[in-house]
């Protein structure tokens, strides 16, 4: 069932989810055992059906975002979403008193949303297939599971600072954000 070009792109897409669920997995370094659990297959499986609707819906209707100028803002958008997460962490991470940040289901759901942008415009290719859907749901599986390896992952760095932790969660925002702002270089070259 599982191609090899499928699982490929299904790696390549899980990636970035996968490190914004290890940023994640690190703010949550101070739950107990079973919330953490509950909340991260929350997050996996959000993120898993995320990057599994978007390469779906992206067969079917991608075209729109990849050969117009929508998909030049909406990528914008999710540099933007991402630097200001990593400005928020930076600022939590100065603060004196110890915070508790607690996340919940609409930041998860944009994270999700923004990480998965590039399956719809990956899902273009997919639209010649007969079973597309298929496909899909077989990226959607790859992307739980990876995220679910650096959410545990992220679980032995419990023992670090808070206020690192939220510095390296900034750092990964930041860098994802700025390879974003990066790809569009060519656009202020004269």
Same mark, same amino acid.
């Given at each position: ?5 499928? &699982? ?13 669920? !290890?940023?994640?997995?690190? &703010? ?7 919330? %953490? *659990? ?9 993120? /898993?059906?995320?990057? #599994? !609707?978007?390469?779906? =819906? ?9 050969? #117009? ?5 909406? @990528?914008? $958008?999710? /540099?933007?979403?991402? $630097? ?14 110890? %915070? ?5 289901? $609409?930041?998860?759901?944009? +994270? ?16 010649? +297939? ?11 599986? &790859?992307?739980?599971? +990876? ?8 679980? !032995?760095?419990?023992? $670090?600072?808070? @206020?690192?932790? =939220? @510095? +390296? ?5 930041? #860098?994802?954000?700025?390879? *974003? !702002? ?6 202020? %070259?004269?």
């Amino acid at each position: 069932m599982f191609a090899l070009e499928i &699982i490929l792109l299904g790696l390549a897409l899980a990636t970035d989810a996968a490190v914004v669920t !290890f940023a994640v997995g690190l &703010i949550h370094g101070d739950l107990d055992v079973s919330t %953490k *659990i509950k909340r991260g297959a929350a997050i996996c499986l959000t993120f /898993g059906i995320f990057q #599994s !609707f978007m390469l779906w =819906l992206g067969s079917y209707a991608g075209y729109l975002f990849s050969y #117009s100028n929508y998909g030049f803002y909406f @990528r914008l $958008i999710v /540099g933007i979403i991402f $630097i200001g997460l990593a400005i928020k962490f930076i600022q939590e991470s100065l603060s004196i008193e110890k %915070k508790h940040i607690e996340w919940k289901i $609409i930041p998860i759901f944009i +994270l999700a949303f923004a990480t998965s942008i590039d399956a719809m415009a990956a899902g273009v290719a997919l639209g010649t +297939l007969p079973n597309a859907h298929l496909a899909a749901l077989e990226v959607g599986i &790859i992307t739980s599971l +990876l995220c679910s390896f650096f959410y545990f992952l992220a679980q !032995f760095f419990s023992q $670090i600072p808070d @206020r690192w932790l =939220l @510095r +390296l969660s900034s750092l990964i925002f930041l #860098s994802m954000g700025g390879e *974003i !702002f990066w790809s569009y270089r060519h656009l202020f %070259k004269g």
